[in-house]
Structures are given as structure tokens and as C-alpha cells.
């Protein structure tokens, strides 16, 4: 079936570095992905969003990237802080359905 | 503004015994989505709903899940008769009529014992 999957489960970086976490998607219908970070207890927050007419959209410290070509999504996060370790999810949202697919997870942990 | 509200944030329960979940949606948001994360997993999607309509249940277990949001109230997720398969985390969002961003609660963690 349709998925949203991540290439790593963990990324370590040093505090300061800029972070990638990346996703592939397989619904080549979707057209609206968004990024969520969850830190532990929590719920989902919403970091980034962007739609399948663009191909990059920035925001504070955040980037998101998307490769319709290869059905890949990254999300860069510059200067990476302690307050970044999370677990990040890349969702997608495609066509007439409303539900958000989820990929696992990649856990971000930030280095002093 | 306040965010997506749900509570209890933590319920136990032991096995064969109903769970009541609540959620408020954000001001002004009328769709509501409820989600369901197993531990080291991502969310996987259960049902969508608007004022008093189930709009998309594909992701709901055929049996003792239920779903309703009643004109006034909450959103309520029942789980009858529980088993411990059912102990996960529960997500609601929320998302403004013709708005596609969800925005997530703090979830209710079910333990059953």
C-alpha cells in the first residue's frame, strides 16, 4: 500500500551543526507534506508545511526541500540546539482524504 | 488562543472495562481527526470527523471503537471492552473548516492492565 517512510531512524549531531532528516514518499497523488516534531510525552507540533507547486520553503532555522522527481522530502535544520532533540515525522496528505500519513520517525538527538 | 485540548492525558484501565477519550478542538476549528501511536511508531490514522458526522472512519477497528462530535461538547473516542492491545497513545487534532494543517493535542496514554 501507499507509505511514508524515513531512510534513518537516528541522527546524532553537534550542538551548532545543521541537521537533515530525510522521508521518502510513495502516493504520487499527495500534494501536501508536512513536518512534526514530538517530543517525548508530547504531542505532534507543527514545524513546516509545503505543497507539491513548490519545491522549497523556508522558515525560522527551518527548511524543507521537496524532490517530486524522486518522492523525497528533507527537512534542514540550521544551527541545530539542545531544545531540537525530538523525534521528527514527515505526513502526507493526498488527494480527496483528509487523514495525514505518518512516516516512523527519526529521532534527533543534539549533541553538547 | 488555546490549543487542542484532551484529557485524561493518562487513564488505566483493566481489561474488559470501557475508555473514554475527550477532545476539544481548537476555537473556530470544526474537524476533528483522531489518531492512534504504538510505542517507536509513527501515528496511524483512526477517524475523521465533523459536527456531528463520522466523515471518514477507514481507519477505525470494526469492532468496540466508536467515535462521535456531538454539536456541543467534546469529541468523544470510546474503546469498549479493552484489551491490552489497546494500550497506546491517542492523538486528536484539529484542523479550521477548508484548512488542511492538523494540529495535534497532548494525547491521552491508555495503559490496560
Known amino acids: 500500500g501507499e507509505s511514508v517512510g524515513l531512510h534513518l531512524p537516528t541522527l546524532s549531531v553537534q550542538e551548532g551543526d545543521n541537521s537533515i532528516i530525510n522521508c521518502a514518499y510513495s502516493n504520487s497523488a499527495s500534494d501536501y507534506f508536512i513536518w512534526y516534531k514530538q517530543e517525548s510525552g508530547k504531542g505532534p507540533q507543527f514545524i513546516i508545511d509545503i505543497r507539491s507547486n513548490m519545491d522549497k520553503r523556508q522558515g525560522q532555522r527551518v527548511t524543507v526541500l521537496l524532490n517530486k522527481t524522486v518522492k523525497h522530502l528533507s527537512l534542514q535544520i540550521a544551527a541545530t540546539q539542545p531544545g531540537d532533540s525530538a523525534v521528527y515525522f514527515c505526513?502526507?496528505?493526498?488527494?480527496?482524504?483528509?487523514?495525514?500519513?505518518f512516516g516512523s520517525g527519526t529521532q534527533l538527538t543534539v549533541l553538547p | 488562543n488555546a490549543g487542542v485540548m484532551q484529557n485524561p492525558r493518562h487513564l488505566v484501565r483493566r481489561r474488559g472495562q470501557e475508555a473514554r477519550l475527550r477532545c476539544s478542538p481548537m476555537k473556530g476549528h470544526s474537524h476533528v481527526y483522531w489518531y492512534r501511536q504504538l510505542p517507536e511508531e509513527g501515528l496511524k490514522f483512526m477517524v475523521y470527523?465533523?459536527?456531528?458526522?463520522?466523515?471518514?472512519e477507514s481507519g477505525m477497528p470494526k469492532e468496540r471503537f466508536s467515535a462521535e462530535f456531538p454539536k456541543e461538547g467534546p469529541s468523544i473516542l470510546r474503546i469498549q471492552q479493552v484489551v491490552r492491545g489497546d494500550s497506546a497513545a491517542y492523538f486528536c487534532?484539529?484542523?479550521?473548516?477548508?484548512?488542511?494543517?492538523?494540529?495535534f493535542g497532548p494525547g491521552t496514554r491508555l495503559l490496560v492492565l
Open positions: 505526513a502526507e496528505l493526498g488527494g480527496s482524504a483528509r487523514q495525514l500519513t
Open positions: 470527523l465533523q459536527k456531528e458526522n463520522i466523515i471518514d
Open positions: 487534532a484539529s484542523s479550521p473548516p477548508g484548512g488542511e494543517t492538523q494540529y
